[in-house]
């Protein structure tokens, strides 16, 4: 039996640049941080794990997006984070793209 998922709309491919990152809110107010990086777009909630500050507002580089603040970087598939200050992953996020339609799962990967 196949597992039915929700997927909710949260933004057009367009809005998303390349090799880089855009911050929205799910109409639950879940802040997420859509990320393209070599053609590929990723879900993950769009807060640091060490300082609680909006990662979107980072750099987007190899696979990873910095947090401005204190440099902690996260890997875009699996959350997880690479360098401290930051020890615990972030959330990710299934994405789907359907015609110019970003669309995620709210059902987080990781916790």
């Known amino acids: 039996m196949s597992e039915t998922r929700a997927w909710t709309k949260v933004a057009e491919l367009g809005e998303i640049p ?3 990152a855009l911050g929205i809110e799910t109409d639950d107010e879940t802040p997420i941080v859509l990320v393209r990086n070599e053609g590929e777009i990723f879900a993950l ?3 640091c794990s060490h300082a609680e500050v909006r990662l979107s507002e980072g ?9 401005w ?10 959350g997880a984070s690479i360098n401290p200050p930051a020890t615990q992953p972030v959330p ?3 994405v789907k793209i359907d015609g110019d339609d970003v669309l995620v799962s709210l059902d987080e990967k990781n916790s």
């Open 69 to 78: 603040l204190h440099g902690s970087c996260f890997d875009l598939r699996s």
């Open 18 to 20: 390349e090799e880089g």
């Open 92 to 94: 990710t996020y299934d």
């Open 59 to 67: 750099e987007v580089e190899d696979g990873t997006i910095e947090c």
């Open 45 to 47: 909630r769009d807060v």
